[in-house]
């Protein structure tokens, strides 16, 4: 069956590294990262590192964003990063065939931590649902909001979810955006784990210790329609999830449940994994994570395809994550450029994978981005580069 | 396209009743911690694991339990074959709450790792060694249209066999789960690879779906 492309027509990656895809990509080809030491008893007892937005995020969001004081802070960083995504093309949000998809893991839960107990609005402040339609009305959607909430997979699961409605042709556009802020709330309960490393996380070093958390907003926009589109096209070519079925806080010891859907990924586009590029893994510097998605890209045969992980740049951005991470995939195709795995040093992982560590260029065509979370769930999406008009 | 794919069995728990497909289960009216451990025990499950989920868990589980019961279809699938799709209003907001007031003294991983709606669909996939796709979608309300439109998009695709999708929330007092065992049919036929359609299967649209969720059963 012929599927329908969908291509990626516009981004922004909103993060204590820059306000546009241009800026952050700037700051990671010169091996800038926003992860810094916080001594901040409001967020944690015990000093901590973490790429957190700076002090002044509430006054440049009043200033980027008038009109929009009666959006949460949750909620004005995501509508900030649509509107410039907006910005870049021609999507309209009134279009009844555009949709808005929202991915977060936590969204307004930060402001649990300092409500008065028994304030009728908060339940409605909370919910997710409730601050996607905020944003959609905000930018006048024609069409109510989807929310997708899936772990640490929710960015990944949002883009696969925005090219199945537009495949499914109940939709042209979907507007992609994903955001997470750090609070005490998700500090705390990483923290609980013994899963927040002592200085800025190391993906795939042989002493990473653990994670360093980050906070960001994203957006991705993707249409079915290929007429004037930016060149060199990227579409989404295909995205699947699925599920460890081992552990609901630990990852595959095998890493064969993340190795199926990147092979079926390869296999419904008939892509070899020998024309893979390079792969953007979820590298969050923990012991199981990385050995895990090790384990996979090595059964998948792709020892030799340049990997890197982004989590020493951001932190992991948990719900953004697979969005920062897809556009920086992206920005990587348009130079033909793959960043370094920063924080990486040595080799940590049993199987002999090509974990990139310094700036290497390479024609990209074929990319993978791949995400993990709790639950025991793994995504996965491949993203093509075609310079020859559709 | 849409009428080859069929709902081949289905279970509703609420503060009220308990259904499986048109048949209820319980009539008697239940608290949530009284039907869970209730439901438990009359379905005479012995799965330790259970007694560490937090209620929402619990009752997608439970729920999943019942709705699974007795078919004959799963059998025959690839574990990548069978996947997950849930929704709730409320994400994991009734144990986020639990877990906030845990942080002021020691805040515990056991109750952390809840704080995720989709920790219910990796209790689910580690119980049945369900491995295909997974999504947590959150509204406002239950909303049928956009799991047909989502599933059958799943199963007309060939990325699933099989999916169980549906709705469990949980706040509070407040309680319901509606879960739905979906199949894709072969040439009109609701049993993959079989002959006979599995009795009881009726076609997978939103206005089954609604109905279901509405009354609890629905008539043949």
């Not at chain 2, 009539?27 to 438990?40: M, P, T």
């Amino acid at each position: 069956m012929q599927m329908t492309d969908v291509f990626v027509v516009s981004d922004n990656i909103l993060s204590p590294l820059g306000w546009t895809t241009d800026e952050n990509f700037t700051r990671l080809k010169n091996s800038v990262s926003g992860i810094r030491w916080h001594d901040d008893t409001a967020l944690s007892p015990e000093p901590f590192y973490a790429a957190l937005f700076n002090k002044e995020l509430d006054q440049d969001l009043a200033a980027k964003l008038p009109g929009a004081g009666e959006l949460t802070r949750f909620e004005q960083v995501l509508a900030a990063s649509i509107r410039q995504a907006l910005e870049g093309c021609k999507v309209d949000p009134a279009d009844p065939e555009t949709i808005l998809i929202i991915s977060s893991t936590k969204g307004n839960i930060p402001l649990l931590e300092t409500a008065e107990p028994g304030d009728p609005e908060l339940k409605d402040r909370i919910s997710l649902f409730g601050s996607a339609q905020r944003v959609a009305g905000h930018f006048n959607f024609a069409n109510r909001p989807l929310v997708v909430s899936n772990a640490c997979i929710s960015g990944l699961l949002g883009i696969i979810t925005g090219a199945r409605l537009i495949r499914s042709g109940r939709y042209k556009h979907a507007v992609v955006a994903g955001a997470d802020l750090i609070s005490k709330f998700v500090l705390s309960g990483f923290q609980s784990f013994q899963a927040v490393s002592p200085e800025p996380c190391r993906p795939f070093d042989k002493d990473r210790t653990g994670i360093s958390l980050g906070e960001a907003a994203a957006t991705m926009i993707l249409s079915g329609k290929s007429e004037e589109l930016p060149n060199p096209l990227i579409k989404v070519m295909d995205g699947l999830t699925g599920n460890d079925a081992n552990h609901i806080s630990g990852p595959s010891r095998t890493g064969s449940e993340l190795s199926y859907i990147i092979q079926k990924v390869l296999q419904n586009v008939l892509v070899r994994a020998s024309d893979i590029d390079f792969i953007s893994a979820h590298g969050t510097a923990t012991l199981y994570n990385d050995e895990m998605e090790a384990k996979a890209i090595d059964l998948a045969g792709m020892d030799s395809v340049p990997v890197n992980s982004l989590k020493g740049y951001y932190g992991h951005t948990l719900g953004a994550a697979g969005l920062v991470e897809s556009i920086i995939t992206i920005a990587s195709m348009k130079e033909d450029l793959v960043l370094p795995t920063l924080g990486f040093r040595e080799h940590g992982v049993t199987k002999p994978i090509r974990v990139s560590s310094s700036l290497l260029q390479k024609p990209l065509k074929h990319c993978l981005k791949t995400a993990s979370g709790f639950g025991g769930c793994n995504a996965v999406v491949l993203f093509s580069k075609n310079t020859e008009r559709p | 396209m849409k009428d080859l794919n069929y709902i081949i069995s289905s279970c509703t728990i609420g503060r009220n009743s308990v259904f499986k497909g048109d048949t209820r289960l319980y009539s008697q009216a239940e608290e949530l911690g009284q039907r869970l451990l209730s439901l438990y025990r009359n379905l005479g499950l012995d799965y330790p694991k259970f007694y560490k989920m937090d209620q929402l868990s619990k009752l997608g589980w439970l729920a999943s339990e019942i709705l699974l019961k007795d078919n004959t279809i799963l059998s025959t699938l690839q574990p990548e074959d069978i996947g997950i799709v849930l929704t709730n209003a409320n994400s994991s907001l009734d144990t986020d709450i639990k877990y906030l007031d845990s942080v002021a003294n020691i805040a515990s991983p056991a109750v952390f790792v809840y704080t995720l709606p989709n920790i219910m669909i990796g209790e689910i996939s580690i119980r049945n060694k369900f491995k295909g796709e997974n999504a947590f979608f959150i509204f406002d309300r239950f909303d049928a249209e956009f799991i047909e439109l989502y599933v059958c998009q799943l199963l007309d695709t060939g990325v699933l066999k099989a999916c169980v999708c549906g709705w469990v929330d949980v706040l509070g007092d407040d309680y319901k789960a509606c879960l739905f065992l979906v199949a894709r049919g072969q040439s009109g036929k609701p049993s993959p690879g079989s002959e006979s359609p599995e009795p009881g299967s009726i076609t997978f649209s939103k206005e089954n779906m609604d109905k279901i969720f509405r009354e609890g059963g629905i008539e043949q």
